[in-house]
């Protein structure tokens, strides 16, 4: 082997090599880029979640108004049809009470609520499960940017890794309040 076929070969190896450690910077940078935004998905997925916890509630509090609303309604059209027959107006108050009923077929209020009920249970199960997800997605990025050698490469990058905490969801049933009272 000459000369020149081995300073070729230790040239193309070493140009390989370091190709190969460019290749695997890359690589290792992409990853943490990659997880970061995973977690900020699941993070926000939250968000979105909570958000529509909150309009839920807010239905629900609409929707037992209305119901109650209602209720004082047909309960005074009620008393004041039993009052006309008691006084002999007969006729009156059965007038007045087939308007109730036929102007109130079903308490569509109260399937309101039934509905919000249950998509309130539906938001609740989400968001377990994208808290779950996201704490998840922080530990698969915690070990990613700790994990040898990716910690070194990251560390050589100037790549500031950060460090994310999973939820907790300690919940104190001593300070729970009760909203009908």
């Not at 450690?21 to 979640?49: D, H, L, P, Y």
């Not at 907790?168 to 309040?177: F, H, L, M, R, W």
């Amino acid at each position: 082997m000459t000369k020149k076929n081995k300073i070729i070969i230790w040239t193309s190896s070493i140009v390989a090599v370091l190709l190969l450690m460019v290749i695997s910077c890359v690589g290792v940078s992409n990853g943490q880029i990659r997880r970061q935004q995973e977690v900020q998905t699941a993070k926000a997925n939250i968000s979105k979640e909570e958000q529509r916890r909150v309009d839920l509630f807010r239905n629900m509090v609409d929707a037992v108004q209305s119901y109650n609303n209602y209720e004082s309604s047909t309960q005074k059209k009620i008393v004041d049809a039993r009052t006309k027959a008691n006084s002999g107006k007969i006729r009156e108050a059965s007038q007045s009470l087939n308007a109730v009923v036929e102007r109130y077929p079903e308490l569509k209020s109260q399937s309101n609520y039934k509905q919000a009920m249950l998509e309130f249970s539906v938001t609740e199960n989400r968001l377990a499960n994208y808290r779950e997800n996201y704490n998840d997605e922080v530990q698969s990025y915690n070990v990613y940017v700790r994990r040898f050698p990716n910690h070194q490469i990251l560390n050589m990058m100037g790549n500031s890794t950060k460090t994310y905490q999973p939820l907790n969801y300690d919940v104190n049933n001593a300070k729970a309040t009760n909203l009908f009272k």
